[in-house]
């Protein structure tokens, strides 16, 4: 793919060879800057700060994976972002995997409003979305809370699960669902035994995206969590304090097992993709 | 019997999915509306009176920072173009059987939290932290010398945490991209630049355009970045709505400035489609 295309002449060859230099250097300066931040979030779970500020380095230690559980508050945001991220990302999961399957598999009336409505999800601004949902609970007398942060993560959720799963269920190879008709199968039996299956590790990356989307979640959360704590929320409300190195422990792991999660299912389905 | 089932297997499964969209997308957006033209306060509950007056209020009162923010918004997205080209254009074209290595470099990101990121940037940048400290040791910069509560802080963390929305988008047209008629243009004597200019570009267009709409409209609305890389002085329209709607439960005018912001933004984003759209990317590839 580097050199397919043979150049004109060797001043536009050189030009372009040098062009390709400057422009790898500088791909890798970008991607450098939007590392840097991260590597000093957990530089600073290893730091050991003599103040309140986890600012400056200040010595090495590892005593903070020690008393990651000690600040009770933030303990307790962790496990409501994690429920949270759990419930509303399965739910997503069934909700958005039913209107992805549908509007990959059949046409019907009213399937351009679904795209238009899916398309408005993922397009508006959170803090529309945050405070339109606001304005609905409020007027409804409904009490903000884990619940209604849970409703808000599914309803921004659904659109990308569909998306993932209608991408799988376009490809997929109709054959295979007719062929098990042949041999007696009925349609309930046919997609639970042969489709599904198939559309499963489709389902499983919009679960794991929905889970992404709602445990980083703030903004929306913001406007619809009343008094209940989140992860981030805490983060955002402990800013001006000074932020002890828990978080950047917590926000370490959860790093670390996002890319890791990824890592696998990518190799996994590369595999796949070379046994054929 | 089974006809009947078969015509009725989509709605059913559109169903709850859809009617979640409904009760807590568009419904609220109704909600909102209606919100933005009531009175009334608090305690006492909100009457609809078509109150109009709020939404000239809205403007009025928060003028400057509705301007603010567009601008900031702009500033941003025309930044993103400029800064997120050159990676896509490498990673399309010279990424090879790494692309997928390098695009899962840029979205590293993702995987911290929006929050905990702009914040890991407020210490990077803190007036004596680990960057400023030893430049003004050095003697290279002023002591007084800052960059947290400018502008240019606030616009820097926008770029920071929207450059993957403008990357991705740019990688996917470039991506597709036919390298026949690149060669094409090379056979036909067209310099690099040139061929540049009139073939890559104007196919890429699409791409551009998916990522301004991906940026530009979260970057203007945003109020993280103000509120943890700004001072007052850079207060955005977000965080205008925000304290409107949470600390003083003003919502009609949190509703009004949210209507309007979003209609501001959709115009935006309509005239940029209309100036740049399909069409006219059809006849610059063409001519």
């Known amino acids: 793919m580097t050199t397919t295309m043979p150049a004109p002449a060797t001043r536009a060859r050189r030009f372009r060879l040098t062009g390709e ?15 840097a931040p991260i590597l000093i979030m957990i530089a600073f779970g290893f730091n050991n700060p003599k103040g309140r500020y986890n600012q400056t380095w200040q010595g090495f230690t590892v005593k903070w994976y020690a008393k990651l559980f000690e600040i009770g508050d933030l303990t307790s945001a962790l496990v409501i972002s994690l429920v949270i991220a759990v419930i509303s990302s399965l739910l997503a999961g069934a909700l958005g995997t039913g209107i992805g399957y549908a509007l990959g ?55 990308f699960v569909s998306t993932v799963v209608r991408a799988r269920v376009i ?83 959860i790093f670390a097992a996002g890319v890791l999660i990824a890592v696998i299912t990518n190799l996994r389905s590369r595999s796949k993709a070379r046994r054929g | 019997m089974n006809r009947v089932k078969r015509t009725l297997a989509p709605y059913l499964l559109v169903l709850p999915g859809g009617l979640w969209l409904l009760l807590f997308f568009v419904v609220p957006m109704v909600t909102m ?39 900031y918004g702009l500033i941003t997205t025309v930044a993103l173009i400029v800064m997120s080209f050159p990676v896509a254009y490498w990673i399309a074209f010279y990424g090879g059987r790494r692309k997928p290595t390098y695009l899962f470099l840029v979205l590293l990101p993702f995987f911290v939290s929006f929050v905990l990121r702009t914040i890991s940037w407020r210490q990077i940048l803190t007036d004596d932290g680990m960057l400023l400290h030893p430049l003004k040791e050095a003697g290279l910069l002023s002591p007084g010398f800052h960059i947290l509560g400018t502008p240019y802080a606030v616009i820097f963390g926008l770029i920071y945490n929207f450059l993957p929305f403008m990357v ?63 001072s007052s002085s850079t207060t955005m329209i977000g965080q205008v709505v925000q304290a409107q709607a949470l600390a003083n439960s003003n ?14 933004l959709l115009t935006g984003v309509f005239a940029y489609a209309r100036v740049l759209g399909t069409e006219d990317v059809m006849n610059a590839a063409a001519r």
């Open chain 1, 171 to 253: 490809t997929l190879d109709r054959s295979i669902e007719e062929a098990a008709a042949d041999l007696g199968a009925g349609p309930w039996t046919t997609f639970w035994k042969v489709t599904f299956p198939i559309i499963l590790p489709a389902v499983f990356s919009g679960v794991m995206l929905a889970f992404a989307l709602s445990i980083d979640d703030f903004v929306v959360t913001n406007f619809t969590a009343g008094t209940t704590v989140t992860f981030p929320l805490w983060i955002w409300g402990a800013t001006r304090v000074g932020l002890p190195p828990q978080v950047n422990v917590m926000g370490t792991l």
């Open chain 2, 33 to 71: 509306f209606s919100l933005s033209l009531q009175q009334g306060d608090i305690i006492n509950g909100y009457r609809f009176t078509g109150h109009w007056q709020n939404y000239l209020d809205a403007i009025t009162d928060y003028r400057v920072q509705l301007i603010r923010s567009l601008v």
């Open chain 2, 251 to 264: 919502y009609p005018m949190a509703s009004a400035l949210s209507f309007f912001l979003m209609a501001v």
């Open chain 2, 168 to 230: 991705l988008p740019i990688y996917v047209a470039l991506e597709r991209i036919d390298p026949r008629v690149v060669e094409a243009a090379r056979d036909l004597y067209a310099a690099p630049m040139t061929v540049f200019r009139r073939v890559v570009f104007p196919l890429a267009l699409p791409g551009v355009f998916a990522g301004v709409l991906m940026t530009f409209v979260p970057a203007s609305s945003d109020y993280v970045n103000s509120g943890v890389l700004g």
């Open chain 1, 105 to 159: 598999r059949y046409r019907f009336r009213g399937a351009e409003g679904v795209n238009l409505i899916m398309f408005a999800t993922m397009s508006s601004p959170e803090l529309i979305m945050g405070i339109s949902l606001l304005t609905l609970f409020v007027s409804a007398g409904v009490g903000l809370g884990a619940v209604t942060i849970t409703i808000a993560h599914v309803m921004f959720s659904i659109s």
């Open chain 1, 21 to 35: 230099r400057a422009l790898f250097t500088y791909t890798w300066l970008v991607i450098a800057w939007l590392v």
